[in-house]
């Protein structure tokens, strides 16, 4: 498989790419497609691993603008473009493309806020390999899907250029209509819904329990992946737009959802509230000190910085870490942990990489700065001291089955197989199950039995004008797959608006 | 947003607070509790009780006990400040209905929780017994508003300085020896009083609720910090509780995990403590 990224300097490659771009510009009339296939791929310069083990900067340092033009080279502008089908948000790929290749950046990142609000974002944390890339025409004919064109860091080159320059483009908003809807959550569904919605000149007000907003880009995705200020960029543009966000907001609590629609004459309700309930394992000793959510301990690190002396909010001074999942949080957590001065850090699947959910360059990065994966391995008991206080897990081996309704290969334990490692922290990914807060205290809200909100294809949920999407709806799954659902919710509900 | 339009010091270290937050005070149902935070990027999180609310003055009530830096940097804010951040009403309601005899047992700091829920117990038609109890006379809070709601009020301290001179477990185990025996027992305070108080019922078969207070970061079921053990099943007390039934709790465990963070926190405290009394110090100096 090939390497996508490397520990170079970004002026080091950004050089090498400008001498081979020159020599294509020379003769641009005449490039051919045998000539863009012939462009070596452009490795995205990160922080080498013993650097970034230290700091909570971001890893991936990004393009050049030569090493973007020369990336924005290599498409072949498909006339299918089978990776807009790929994309949940249907972003005009070959025109924001080829407007890099060409040199217009300001063009490429209009082209790209026409569908998406969030490139910055989303050039960062979408995982394109399974999605858009995943479909390049490219990365096809090279037979390796990391050798795609790159999209996401495309994406993320004119995103991060358009903040820098200081000139972002505010979207246009038409006049005020003089109706109003409520979002609930300002994660990616919520700010996406609240940005169509306001277009249409609709008044929007934001709703968000935490201090701060921007959900799980906040509290969830760590600084290194994903730079807060980035996320506090795209939340003022939003704001600049003219709408409101309320802090400190727990919809269901402060105020009821049914009181936003009778009481405060709000004509639509759009609930984007992630899927915030962390799940455990039900087994002995997980409520032993030194065992903690993913969520829990990410929230500490990057919402309430517990990673800087400064920070009033403490972090468990973890030294053996065992991480239990194989996703992107579970990633997230292990390379923290590696960052907050653990010695050792275990990441403990059940299955083997091939089922991994988690991205392969987040795999990549953690084990580079020095995460110890164990694959089929999960915990059985963790086992306390007499204060309570984890000092171990005992473990037991997997081997793989036959393929259970996920369609992965069901993970059989091997009887006997019992080992203890010894460790002192324990952090639980596995995912998470939906918040009942809203459902609790809203009659009528249908959900599953896992308590995902039911929605129809407009993702109206079982009450009138309330809609709901991300993963509230998905259970956990990513920032784009939310902003998709955000945007057809965005859809009805101007729709509706139109004909009240 | 959440003037603290009232301040008053109720005890050592124990201090009382209305603060403008006209919604949770709507909104609000005794049992409830908030989070709060004094400024956006370093402060940590932490849950408080809300002893009272009122609706037309659009204030609720705080009541809490200096034990570490936040609450600290709280007790430090005077009438007219602003609380930066305060989300709620969080947790469940208690459930309140004619029982019949209810028992409220406060201790400590823990009298304050307890206000809300004697009072609505009371207003519910039932007959209150109430056993408030504190280290000290100087510790003992809240006693006019429970000799106000209660049908028959039992003092505690440890030293004998005030009232009787027992745990309030003495008491609670006089009342559920009698015919008939209450109907319904709630007990508030640090977790070894909540741990002894159903210990002590558990004999009798009188259910027992008690409210925790654990470690949490966000109250809405989110982090998973303040899972307890709850009948061999994890529960959240942030949206699952605060209110359990005691006699199914574990404890120690809770207990337990209250600590996790207390070394590290002991430190940024003293060392907090340390570097005002140097300051103080040279302020003098510079007289």
Known sequence: ?500 | MNKIKRKIKLSENVYRMDVEAPLIASERKAGQFIILSLDDNYAERIPLTIADANTKEGTITLIFQVVGATTKKLSRLEKGDFIDNLLGPLGKPTHIEKFGTVVCVGGGIGVAPMHPIAQEMKNAGNKVISIIGARNKELLILEEEFKRLSDELIICTDDGSYGRKALVTEPLKEICSKIPPPDLVIAIGPPIMMKFCSITTKPFNIKTLVSLNTIMVDGTGMCGGCRVTVGGQTKFVCVDGPEFDGHLVDFDNMMKRLNAFKNIERKKFEDECKLETEIKKMEKKNG
């Not at chain 1, 020379?26 to 310069?45: E, V, W, Y």
């Open chain 1, 1 to 500: 498989m090939a390497d996508t990224t490397t520990h170079r300097t970004p002026s080091e490659v950004e050089n090498e790419a400008k001498k081979i771009l020159l020599e294509l510009l020379a003769r641009k009339d005449s490039i051919t497609n045998k000539d863009r296939m012939k462009i070596p791929p452009q490795l995205m310069p990160v922080q080498p691993p013993e650097t970034r083990r230290k700091n909570y900067d971001e890893v991936a340092l990004g393009y050049g603008p030569a090493q973007a033009q020369l990336e924005a080279l290599r498409c072949l502008n498909c006339k299918n473009a089978p990776c807009v089908d790929g994309c949940p948000v249907r972003i005009d790929i070959p025109g924001f493309v080829k407007a890099i290749a060409d040199g217009d950046f300001q063009l490429a990142i209009k082209i790209i806020k026409q569908n998406s609000l969030l490139p910055a974002v989303c050039g960062r944390v979408c995982p394109q390999e399974t999605q858009c890339q995943e479909k390049c025409t490219v990365g096809r004919a090279l037979k390796d899907p990391l050798k795609s064109v790159s999209i996401g860091r495309l994406e993320r080159f004119v995103a991060d250029l358009e903040r820098e320059s200081g000139k972002i483009q505010i979207p246009e908003v038409k006049t005020e209509t003089g109706k109003k809807v409520a979002v609930i959550g300002t994660g990616p569904a919520g700010i996406v819904t609240a940005a169509d919605i306001r277009r249409e000149g609709h008044s929007v007000t934001v709703f968000e329990a935490f201090h701060k907003p921007g959900g799980v880009m906040i509290y969830g995705i760590p600084e290194f992946r994903l730079p807060k200020k980035i996320v506090r960029k795209e939340i003022e543009t939003l704001e600049k737009m003219g709408v409101e966000i309320i802090t400190n907001f727990v919809v269901g609590k402060t105020r009821k959802l049914t009181d936003l629609l009778e009481k405060d004459s709000f004509n639509a309700v759009f609930i984007g509230t992630g899927a915030g309930l962390p799940k455990f394992m039900n087994i002995e000793g997980e409520n032993l000190v030194g065992v903690f959510s993913a969520n829990e301990y990410l929230t500490r690190s990057n919402l309430m910085k517990a990673y800087d002396p400064k920070s009033d909010t403490p972090f468990y001074p973890a030294k053996k870490v065992a991480i239990l999942g194989g996703g992107n949080v579970a990633m997230d957590a292990a390379r923290t942990a590696v960052r907050l001065g653990a010695e050792e850090v275990h990441l403990l699947y059940r299955r083997t990489e091939v089922e991994m959910p988690a991205r392969i360059e987040e795999r990549e990065n953690a084990r580079e700065e020095g995460v110890i994966f164990h694959i089929l391995t999960n915990v059985k008991r963790f086992i306390g001291n007499d204060d309570g206080i984890l000092i171990a897990m005992e473990c037991l081996k997997y081997e793989l089955g036959e393929p259970d309704a996920s369609g992965r290969r069901r993970p059989i334990e091997i009887k006997g197989s019992e080992f203890i490692i010894d460790v002192d922290t324990a952090i639980i990914a596995i995912g998470n199950d939906s918040n009942p807060l809203i459902e609790q205290t809203t009659p009528g809200l249908k959900v599953n039995k896992w308590g995902n909100i039911i929605v129809d294809e407009n993702q109206m949920t079982s009450i009138d004008g309330v809609y709901a999407g991300g993963d509230i709806v998905l259970g956990a799954a990513t920032v784009i797959l939310a902003m998709g659902q955000g945007r057809i919710a965005a859809k009805a509900i101007n729709e509706r608006l139109r004909k009240i």
